[in-house]
C-alpha cells in the first residue's frame, strides 16, 4: 500500500464520527490530518496552512462542500491542491461534475469507504 509519510490531509465534516472515520483512514495511509467540523471553520485553519489534499463532505449546514471548494479554488495557492468530495450517495449532478474535465472537484468518494478505495482515488492525485 502506498505511503504518504509527510502528507498532511483535511477533513471537512459536521459529523464528528465521520471525521474519526476518515481519519482513522488517513492515518492507515501515513497522513497527518487536520479537521474542520464546517466550511467555515476550514476556511480559518487554511489561512495558515495549505494541505496537501482536502476531503469534505459534500452535504454540511450554512456552506456545503461544493460551496467551500468554488470558494478554495478562487483564493491563491488552491488552485492546485486536490479536493474531494465525500457523500454518502453518488447524485446525477456530482456524477456529471466528476466527468466534466473544467470541475474544480478533483474526485468524489462514497462514504463509508475503506483504505483501499480511498488510495484508489488519493494515489493519482499526489502523484
Known amino acids: 500500500m502506498a505511503q504518504f509519510i509527510g502528507k498532511t490531509a483535511m477533513i471537512v465534516d459536521d459529523f464528528s464520527t465521520a471525521r474519526r472515520f476518515v481519519r482513522n483512514t488517513l492515518e492507515e495511509l501515513e497522513f497527518t490530518c ?44 488552491f488552485q492546485e491542491v486536490p479536493i474531494v468530495l465525500m457523500m454518502m450517495h453518488e447524485t446525477e449532478a456530482i456524477l456529471a461534475e466528476a466527468e466534466n474535465e473544467n470541475s474544480p472537484m478533483s474526485g468524489h468518494i462514497v462514504k463509508p469507504f475503506d483504505a483501499f478505495t480511498l488510495l484508489k482515488i488519493l494515489d493519482p492525485l499526489l502523484k
Open 34 to 77: 487536520i479537521e474542520a467540523s464546517s466550511a467555515a471553520q476550514a476556511l480559518d485553519l487554511l489561512e495558515n496552512e495549505i494541505p496537501d489534499v482536502i476531503l469534505s463532505d459534500l452535504n454540511m449546514p450554512e456552506k456545503n462542500g461544493m460551496e467551500l471548494l468554488q470558494e478554495l479554488r478562487g483564493r491563491d495557492g
